[in-house]
T-cell receptor, first 109, second 117 residues
């Protein structure tokens, strides 16, 4: 399978807590991208991490990549209600563009 | 940043009619655009890859005569759902990359909610 698989499928935390979601894949990749989708909207690109990178930051987001374990994690620190959304990873190794099932994150006020 | 505009955002049509959805790249040229379908609380399913000036490439199981794709310019791709039926009701989303590279981030439209009655 060329798609990434996110874990957990659903996550519910209190505002202010950190949220961690994971993505596992099976093929070799050039890069891995994380996207957010608010309900009823398109996806928004959050961050891209290349296969030769191990960690990347963008604001409250921290992404790690372990190519030996074929996994990536997305950490959202100090979560806010506006972070409530579905999060998808997309692996990029071949031309096939496939998204996993996503993690539905709910931030409770 | 790169913006993709998708129109309409919502459409309700009667069974048997056709519906056209537009996807425009507003500030960049998109030689390749992608069309997805998404069911509630599920992931995006790639339907087809739209290539400017050539025929679209459809994914397995997607009827090309049912979902007509036209990519006549570097900034516009259209998806026409022909002879729509209630089972075609879904959320349709387009995306594009700036350089046409599969390694570049995708820019998405806001989707079209199609309801066939």
């Amino acid at each position: 399978s060329q798609q990434g698989e996110e874990d957990p499928q659903a996550l519910s935390i209190q505002e202010g807590e950190n949220a961690t979601m994971n993505c596992s894949y099976k093929t070799s990749i050039n890069n891995l991208q994380w996207y957010r989708q608010n309900s009823g909207r398109g996806l928004v690109h959050l961050i891209l991490i290349r296969s030769n990178e191990r960690e990347k930051h963008s604001g409250r987001l921290r992404v790690t990549l372990d190519t030996s374990k074929k996994s990536s994690s997305l950490l959202i620190t100090a979560s806010r209600a506006a972070d409530t959304a579905s999060y998808f990873c997309k692996i990029q190794g071949a031309q096939k563009l496939v998204f996993g099932q996503g993690t539905r994150l709910t931030i409770n006020p | 940043g790169a913006v993709v505009s998708q129109h309409p955002s919502r459409v309700i049509c009667k069974s048997g009619t056709s519906v056209k959805i537009e996807c425009r790249s507003l500030d960049f040229q998109a030689t390749t655009m992608f069309w997805y379908r998404q069911f509630p609380k599920q992931s995006l399913m790639l339907m087809a890859t739209s290539n400017e000036g050539s025929k679209a490439t459809y994914e397995q199981g997607v009827e090309k005569d049912k979902f007509l794709i036209n990519h006549a310019s570097l900034t516009l791709s259209t998806l026409t759902v022909t002879s729509a039926h209630p089972e075609d009701s879904s959320f349709y989303i387009c995306s594009a990359t700036e350089g046409g590279s599969y390694n570049s981030p995708l820019h998405f439209g806001n989707g079209t909610r199609l309801t066939v009655t």
